[in-house]
């Protein structure tokens, strides 16, 4: 959640926005972001508390949404903590894994289940033999999950 986006806005992958409302009706583009922040370290993800140095217009030239409605500060700044959270305990769940990791690529594809570094449950690790991608899912609900 940003500023300059829709609260309901939940990524153009979908068909409908969080409201129900078709994105498909206001093709090619969507009214949902009004405009980008950029953070002065580059790019887009923004720490909490940080102010942005610069916000770009999104271009959109149709109607606009009825249902549109703008985050609140203690909203974007919520979401902001969550995300930063989320990164840095897959970081911790990498760093392990790069270190489970053989190189180069195995023969055979590998699989073990490990300790999690984030909640010390069950980490399960798995390494592919055609392209040496390592996948991670820990069982304890909401800890880590990713695909290479």
């Known amino acids: 959640m940003n500023h300059g986006s829709c609260i309901h806005f939940n990524g153009a992958q979908n068909k409908l926005c969080a409201r129900g409302v078709a994105y498909q009706q206001f093709a090619p583009s969507i009214p949902c972001i009004k405009f980008i922040e950029k953070s002065a370290r580059?790019?887009?993800?923004?720490?909490?508390?940080?102010?942005?140095?610069?916000?770009?217009?999104?271009?959109?030239?149709?109607?606009?949404?009825?249902?549109?409605?703008?985050?609140?500060?203690?909203?974007?700044?919520?979401?902001?903590?969550?995300?930063?959270?989320?990164?840095?305990?897959?970081?911790?769940?990498?760093?392990?894994?790069?270190?489970?990791?053989?190189?180069?690529?195995?023969?055979?594809?590998?699989?073990?289940?490990i300790e999690c570094p984030v909640c010390n449950g069950r980490l399960h690790l798995s390494q592919s033999a055609y392209n040496g991608h390592v996948h991670g899912a820990c069982e304890t609900p909401g800890c880590v999950r990713w695909m290479e």
């Open 42 to 113: 580059g790019g887009t993800f923004l720490e909490p508390g940080e102010v942005a140095a610069e916000r770009k217009p999104w271009k959109y030239e149709g109607k606009p949404c009825p249902l549109y409605e703008e985050p609140t500060e203690l909203a974007v700044q919520a979401d902001r903590a969550e995300w930063k959270a989320a990164m840095e305990k897959t970081r911790a769940a990498l760093k392990v894994a790069s270190a489970w990791r053989v190189r180069p690529k195995p023969v055979c594809d590998r699989a073990e289940t």
